[in-house]
């Protein structure tokens, strides 16, 4: 197996405080083919689906969404930024109207049911300093972009709040062969395109999508996902966030796959849910949400 690059932040002109990461997840061929399955979850921000889609600016981006799967009908459900998170993890954002750093919230979410269904789960989150960490930031970790440090239910947990963990441990779990069955990633403030832009969120995909798809293992997937567009539109009753890019790989993605059918955010939530033998969260439930299956060539099941 290769070495895995671990170098010092670059520094990244015109973006603020946070600088674009250098982790690299490895070169594929050093990596064993998973025999597990898995769904990887990647959030973006803050980018119009004609910011990302045919854009010159994202050349990897696209050539996943070429190969792969592309809903062009995807939909935000608000703004800001954080109930979206909340939407993608408990189907509901939770009357949370605001990116609060010390609001708390008692619902019921995506890792209730993991563990309770014996389903492995864990958080990476870049530049969090530390497992468990509930600062509002740290470098460019920002709090908002982390759902689970909001449920109370996981903060209150030791062990639960250890596995919102950092990138590095993303990269020894990638080497290993040892990630969980469902992978949450969130990039930091310049990676995931907030402060940098499509092209920086671009260029952290390449670095590190074709090693998790190399471990995505039979039947898994990874969902790309902006988190919220730059307008209002929506769908599906309650979407009113923007009009953003949803883009899903994997071994049974239909090759080329584009559907108009529209989904919201509950309706990805709805799709990886049904997709772990989970029963619906919340708005997930609600059969406007769409579902990502018209990608598939069979309806995935992970477990």
């Known amino acids: 197996m290769c070495a895995l690059a671990m170098a010092a932040l670059a520094v990244c002109a015109g973006c603020g405080q946070a600088r674009p990461g250098t982790v690299s997840l490895g070169a594929v061929s050093a990596l064993a083919q998973s025999r597990s399955s898995r769904i ?38 608000t703004h800001p930024s954080l109930p979206n998170y909340l939407a993608l993890t408990s189907g509901s954002t939770q009357g949370v109207a605001s990116d609060c750093t010390d609001c708390v919230v008692s619902a019921r979410n995506i890792v209730d049911q993991l563990e309770g269904a014996g389903i492995s789960w864990k958080a990476y989150l870049e530049d969090v300093p530390r497992p468990c960490f509930l600062g509002a930031a740290s470098g460019g970790y920002a709090k908002k972009h982390n759902p689970f440090a909001y449920y109370a239910d996981i903060v209150r947990s030791p062990a639960r709040c250890g596995q919102l963990t950092g990138f590095a441990q993303l990269a020894g779990d990638v080497r290993a062969g040892r990630l969980p069955t469902y ?53 599906c009753g309650v979407a009113k966030g923007g009009h953003i890019a949803t883009i899903v790989a994997g071994p049974q993605v239909r090759r080329g796959a584009r559907s108009a059918a529209a989904i919201d955010q509950y309706g990805v939530l709805g799709s990886i849910e049904e997709a772990l033998g989970l029963a619906p969260l919340g708005g997930a439930a609600d059969a406007r949400s769409g579902r990502l299956t018209p990608l598939f060539a069979q309806a995935p099941r992970v477990r």
């Open 40 to 77: 990887v979850v990647v959030v973006l921000e803050n980018a119009e689906y004609g910011e990302v889609i045919g854009s010159s600016s994202a050349p990897y981006v696209n050539s996943l969404a070429r190969r792969y799967g592309l809903m062009t009908q995807s939909y935000a459900m």
């Open 183 to 235: 992978v949450w990633i969130s990039p930091n403030l310049c990676d995931d395109g907030h402060d940098c832009g499509v092209a920086a969120a671009d260029r952290f995909l390449a670095r590190n999508v074709p090693a998790l798809l190399r471990e995505l293992g039979p039947h898994g997937f990874v969902v790309l996902q902006w988190d919220e567009g730059t307008s209002d539109g929506g769908c």
